[in-house]
């Protein structure tokens, strides 16, 4: 049995992006992180790469389950997708019966039907939640995180809210269906179109130095966020792609949307395409900010053709 109101978490996957993150964020808050990883030798390079806690924050590493696991009110499963299973196999069992076993997984697929199978064996609490940010971010302020009540009472979601409210996320709470569904929309289409986006100009055999000197602003901020999502880790947006049931499912409509498109293309179907034009103008034009949609994306190409122009980074 672990004191609920203890403030020792372990963090599994400590070396990975993510989990450096978090345990940067519990130990500058004044927790005491177990940062857990299976091997020394990255748990050395850790040690390196971490900034030392705020006062009051500790962190110590290890690569034994048995010493952090059992004296932890809260552990996050900070690893890939696929390896969930493999670790609440590991990790459920040691855990105080009071604790709280969660994940911050980008897709939830099995993972919330293998936390609740480990708090019926082990009488443990479970929650799953992701946020909606990469570790690259300076905080959570003002981004989404999404939050999976697991026990149907609320009490584990409203624990956990209580923990980053003081940081001002925007808490969107879910089920695990709709998350994934969501999901697919928001990373699982857009990380497809912008692959698409780098691998036609590439099978194309377009001289990418040739053609940023053509480039429009529409193009600066199309291949800006292509960059960005190919500069990400592989394995961890495979994961994002083809661990996503929901994603998968979308496949077929995607590709005939493009056979209709290149139909209307092909046909010189002006009045098809100023329709499908217009239709998604309108679909899109509900939201409020997409009144200054002109503005802020001549704002962000500005932005990103300054820096380059400066030829620095601006210091954060
Ligand atoms: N990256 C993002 O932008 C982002 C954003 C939101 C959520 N997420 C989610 O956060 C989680 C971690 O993502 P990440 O990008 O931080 O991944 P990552 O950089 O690949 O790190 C994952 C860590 O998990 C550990 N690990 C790998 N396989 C394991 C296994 N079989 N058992 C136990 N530990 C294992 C590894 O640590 P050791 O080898 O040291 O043990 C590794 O450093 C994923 O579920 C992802 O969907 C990621």
């Given at each position: 049995?672990?004191?609920?109101?203890?403030?020792?978490?372990?963090?599994?996957?400590?070396?990975?992006?993510m989990g450096?993150w978090?345990?940067?964020?519990?130990?500058?808050?004044?927790?005491?992180?177990?940062?857990?990883?299976?091997?020394?030798e990255?748990?050395?390079?850790?040690?390196?790469?971490?900034a030392?806690?705020?006062?009051?924050?500790?962190?110590?590493f290890?690569?034994?389950?048995?010493e952090?696991i059992?004296?932890?009110a809260?552990v996050?499963?900070s690893?890939?997708?696929?390896?969930?299973?493999e670790?609440?196999?590991?990790?459920a069992?040691?855990?105080?019966?009071?604790?709280?076993?969660?994940?911050?997984?980008s897709?939830?697929?099995?993972?919330?039907?293998?936390?609740?199978?480990?708090?019926?064996?082990?009488g443990?609490?479970?929650?799953?939640?992701?946020p909606m940010?990469?570790?690259?971010?300076?905080?959570?302020?003002?981004?989404?995180?999404?939050?999976?009540?697991?026990?149907g009472?609320?009490?584990?979601?409203?624990?956990?809210?209580a923990?980053?409210?003081p940081?001002?996320?925007?808490i969107?709470?879910?089920?695990?269906?709709?998350?994934?569904r969501?999901i697919?929309?928001t990373?699982?289409?857009?990380?497809?179109?912008?692959?698409?986006f780098?691998?036609?100009?590439?099978?194309?055999?377009?001289?990418i130095?040739r053609?940023?000197?053509?480039?429009?602003t529409?193009?600066?901020?199309?291949?800006?966020?292509?960059?960005?999502v190919l500069t990400?880790?592989?394995?961890?947006?495979?994961?994002?792609?083809?661990e996503n049931?929901?994603?998968i499912?979308?496949?077929?409509e995607?590709?005939?949307?493009?056979?209709?498109?290149?139909?209307?293309?092909?046909?010189?179907?002006?009045d098809?395409?100023?329709?499908q034009?217009?239709?998604?103008?309108?679909?899109?034009?509900i939201?409020?900010?997409?009144?200054?949609?002109?503005?802020?994306f001549?704002?962000?190409?500005?932005?990103?053709?300054?820096?380059?122009?400066?030829?620095?980074?601006?210091?954060t």
């Amino acid at each position: 049995m672990v004191d609920k109101s203890s403030r020792e978490v372990t963090i599994v996957g400590a070396t990975g992006q993510m989990g450096r993150w978090f345990t940067q964020y519990f130990a500058n808050r004044g927790w005491h992180v177990h940062a857990y990883s299976r091997s020394e030798e990255k748990l050395c390079w850790l040690k390196r790469e971490l900034a030392a806690p705020e006062p009051g924050g500790s962190i110590s590493f290890t690569t034994g389950l048995h010493e952090c696991i059992p004296r932890s009110a809260w552990v996050l499963l900070s690893v890939p997708i696929t390896a969930h299973e493999e670790a609440i196999a590991g990790v459920a069992p040691l855990m105080g019966k009071d604790a709280v076993l969660f994940d911050i997984a980008s897709v939830k697929g099995r993972i919330p039907a293998l936390l609740a199978g480990a708090r019926k064996e082990h009488g443990i609490h479970v929650l799953s939640t992701h946020p909606m940010y990469g570790p690259g971010a300076e905080s959570m302020t003002n981004k989404n995180f999404i939050l999976i009540d697991l026990e149907g009472d609320r009490s584990v979601v409203d624990r956990f809210r209580a923990i980053i409210e003081p940081d001002r996320p925007t808490i969107i709470e879910a089920t695990a269906d709709e998350h994934d569904r969501m999901i697919a929309l928001t990373l699982g289409i857009p990380h497809m179109l912008n692959i698409l986006f780098g691998k036609l100009l590439r099978d194309l055999g377009a001289d990418i130095t040739r053609l940023v000197s053509f480039e429009g602003t529409t193009f600066h901020l199309q291949h800006l966020i292509s960059q960005e999502v190919l500069t990400q880790e592989p394995f961890i947006y495979a994961t994002i792609e083809l661990e996503n049931r929901a994603f998968i499912d979308m496949l077929p409509e995607f590709k005939r949307i493009v056979d209709e498109l290149v139909d209307i293309l092909k046909h010189k179907d002006y009045d098809g395409f100023i329709k499908q034009f217009v239709t998604i103008k309108e679909y899109f034009s509900i939201v409020p900010e997409f009144k200054s949609v002109g503005y802020r994306f001549n704002s962000a190409a500005k932005r990103s053709l300054d820096i380059i122009k400066e030829g620095k980074e601006p210091a954060t």
